[in-house]
């Protein structure tokens, strides 16, 4: 069954830190590259982070570049996301991704239910 459950989610103060965590099932998990996505409200879902199965490659959007960073432990099956210096603009439902391939370039087919990230200036 595929399975992702994204927490760490929570109200934050502009400039402030987070980190979430994506669990994930064994099954969706093995051999599969995982992103994080966001969506504000009124706008669409917007690519954030990827990482390729094997956690050699990653891609950040040109905005998060330098201030988050996706990761992943494959031995306990989860990703993660470190956020630093948020932006009162940031605030989002974050989600996180799977699909089936070992590479991050494509189309992700399996998603969570979100996180709430909310940024108080």
């Known amino acids: 069954q595929v399975r992702l459950v994204e927490s760490g989610g929570g109200l934050v103060q502009a400039g402030g830190s987070l980190r979430l965590s994506c669990a994930v099932s064994?099954?969706?998990?093995?051999?599969?590259?995982m992103g994080w996505f966001r969506q504000a409200p009124g706008k669409e879902r917007e690519f954030v982070a990827a990482?390729?199965?094997?956690?050699?490659?990653?891609f950040h959007a040109d905005f998060v570049k330098g201030r988050f960073t996706i990761s992943k432990d494959n031995a306990k099956s989860k990703v993660y996301l470190q956020m630093s210096r948020l932006g009162a603009g940031e605030t989002a439902v974050y989600y996180c991704?799977?699909?089936?391939?070992?590479?991050?370039?494509?189309?992700?087919?399996?998603w969570g239910q979100g996180s709430q990230v909310t940024v108080s200036a």
């Open positions: 991704a799977s699909r089936d391939s070992e590479s991050w370039r494509g189309l992700f087919q399996y």
């Open positions: 990482i390729s199965w094997s956690g050699d490659s990653t």
């Open positions: 064994r099954r969706t998990f093995n051999g599969n590259a």
